[in-house]
């Protein structure tokens, strides 16, 4: 499981949040379940690349990631907590849960204070 939140980890850093332009890259990956409370669960989701080896490996996570961000935009989600995570030789794979996440409510605006006078 460390390996798993590690890579996670690792890959969001590279990757940022989300940038402007494909509206896929916007859904957030997550290493923590706590960071999926309270939101819906849509279901599992995956992201697979055939790279991989000795110099292609790390060009795999990369697509692997990108296609589990793209395979759950898909779906309705906005966030996916990744619960495996495999790459060698082979290629890369990354297994995760789908969520949908409403944002967090504003806080009211309180009311502006009014500004005393010297009358």
């Known amino acids: 499981m460390k390996a798993v939140t590690f890579a ?3 890959i969001i850093a590279i990757s940022g949040v989300a940038t402007a332009g494909k509206p896929w890259e916007a859904v957030r990956v997550v ?13 599992e989701v995956l992201g697979k690349s055939a790279y991989g080896g000795l110099f292609a490996q790390s060009a795999g996570e990369g697509k692997a990631f990108k296609h589990l961000k793209r395979n759950a935009y898909e779906m309705g989600a906005n966030r996916v ?19 949908l996440c409403k ?3 504003a806080a009211p605006t309180p009311a502006p204070t009014p500004i005393p006078t010297d009358e």
């Open 31 to 43: 290493p923590d379940a706590a960071q999926v409370e309270g939101c819906e669960y849509i279901g």
């Open 81 to 99: 907590l990744v619960v495996a995570n495999r790459s060698g030789f082979g290629g890369s794979k990354y297994r995760g849960e789908a969520y």
């Open 8 to 10: 996670a980890v690792t």
């Open 103 to 105: 944002a967090p409510e």
